[in-house]
């Protein structure tokens, strides 16, 4: 691959943390779910920024499921799973990877890189990181600067600009060359893709690196810019160091009336070396964020204590480019979409001020009917063991929630199952769901 070296601008980020199977009790998790809200925040809202260390402590004193979560605090042996139902709000339940792919569009892949590349990668990334910097916007005349730091690693040469992508120029992003190892990861990481989706043709062209120095260093709910990756685009995250919780929620309405007012949160702890591939409905259809802890409650890696490092790879598509549109005030407007419906709207960076510009984005919404097409139809060629709904990019669909995986066996049965299928499960391997009526 190819290099470059300039400074770019981004405004997201995301992440991940450690290993753990754990159960929280529903009142808890709306607890959780409501410090989440408050203590962390995407990077569009400056609320992220807000928590004092103390307010973190407090926060965790007062949620038992931020302090219960660590993993040195869990049994050594795999627990089982419980499923703890409060009330009519909802419920948590711990699940397997396995499982997570069957109710949400993505999959987590444990000790993704060869262990000696992705110690290496670390070290190397830990020494740079240093020189990455804070993204900084303006939200009603107040500055606000991102709680993490980050950079752009540019593999293809002569791809589209960063800056169409939200990593706009006037952002001064740090942007660094991609040292072998990273480029050695990136083909690796291509590889975790391309085994799963041959037909896709995905292929990095660029990573944004994040650095969350501590417990307090957060990226909260988003979904990534879709500039430059088009409708649809497969993300994949790559977590190094020590394990943070990355989160997903579903952002929109589910298909089923049944389930219109619920909201599934996922959390899932990331240990060093794992990866989560984010399928093409997930920006669309779901937000992720890696929230605030307590460093008491974040998972030190050996090396790296208490920082987190992730790389999250994307796509961009030069041919996009010739859709690219102008807000009022002249810099590129950011494609968004939201409840199925594609979008372009003024998304001010660095100094600049928002200037109203909004508008339905007709090309995108096309674009996004091709590819469910496309890959609805290659995904139907293909030889999967068992039926199409047994693939994990599809299976999520089947189910309109986690109640029909709940609801179709018993949940001890289901853990058995699962552990059997995974051989012999890891707490790293379980993550915990909560359904509740929260409305998104
Ligand atoms: O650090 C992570 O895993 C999340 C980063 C992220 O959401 C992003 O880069 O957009
Ligand atoms: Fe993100």
């Not at 540019?154 to 952002?171: I, L, V």
């Not at 419906?341 to 928002?354: E, F, I, N, V």
């Amino acid at each position: 691959m190819k290099r470059k070296a300039r400074q770019v601008p981004i405004l997201q980020a995301l992440a991940c943390g450690a290993a753990a199977r754990q159960v929280v009790d529903l009142e808890e998790a709306s607890k959780e779910e409501s410090h989440a809200k408050s203590l962390s925040a995407d990077a569009e809202d400056p609320s992220c920024e807000k928590a004092t260390p103390e307010q973190i402590a407090n926060a965790a004193t007062s949620c038992p499921a931020l302090v219960s979560w660590p993993l040195h605090r869990l049994p050594a042996q795999p627990a089982t799973v419980r499923t703890v139902r409060v009330g009519e709000t909802g419920r948590a339940v711990s699940v397997s990877d396995q499982e997570l792919a069957a109710i949400a569009p993505v999959q987590l892949i444990r000790h993704a890189l060869p262990h000696e590349l992705a110690d290496q990668l670390l070290d190397s990334l830990l020494q740079e990181s240093d020189s990455w910097k804070a993204s900084s916007w303006i939200v009603h005349g107040n500055q606000f600067t991102t709680p993490r730091t980050s950079a752009i690693y540019e593999f293809a040469a002569g791809g589209p600009s960063s800056s169409e992508d939200g990593f706009g120029k006037e952002e001064s992003r740090t942007r660094c060359e991609p040292s072998a190892t990273l480029d050695r990861a990136a083909d690796l990481v291509q590889n975790l893709v391309r085994e799963r989706r041959p037909f896709a043709n995905w292929a990095p062209t660029l990573a944004l690196g994040n650095r969350y120095e501590n417990g307090r260093a957060c990226v909260g709910w988003h979904s990534d810019f879709l500039n430059s990756l088009g409708p649809r685009p497969i993300i994949v995250g790559l977590s190094l160091g020590s394990c943070r919780r990355f989160c997903l929620r579903r952002s929109t309405a589910p298909d089923s009336p049944r389930d219109a007012s619920k909201t599934i949160v996922a959390s899932i702890p990331m240990p060093h070396n794992t990866v989560v591939i984010m399928w093409d409905d997930c920006q669309e259809e779901w937000q992720h964020s890696v929230p605030r802890q307590a460093d008491s409650t974040v998972e030190k890696h050996a090396v790296a204590g208490l920082v987190r490092l992730s790389l999250t790879f994307r796509m961009s598509r030069p041919e996009l480019a010739q859709h690219r549109k102008s807000c009022h005030c002249g810099r590129p407007s950011a494609l968004k979409s939201k409840e199925g419906r594609y979008y372009l709207a003024c998304c001010p960076m660095g100094t600049s001020k928002q200037c109203g510009f909004w508008e339905p984005c007709s090309w995108a919404q096309e674009e996004a009917e091709r590819l469910r097409q496309k890959m609805k139809l290659e995904m139907e060629s293909l030889e999967f063991p068992g039926t199409r709904a047994e693939s994990p990019q599809y299976s999520h669909r089947r189910l309109t929630g986690i109640q029909e995986f709940s609801n179709s066996r018993s949940r001890n049965e289901a853990s058995t199952t699962w552990n059997a299928r995974s051989g012999n499960p890891h707490v790293a391997d379980r993550v915990s769901i909560e359904i509740s009526d929260d409305d998104t």
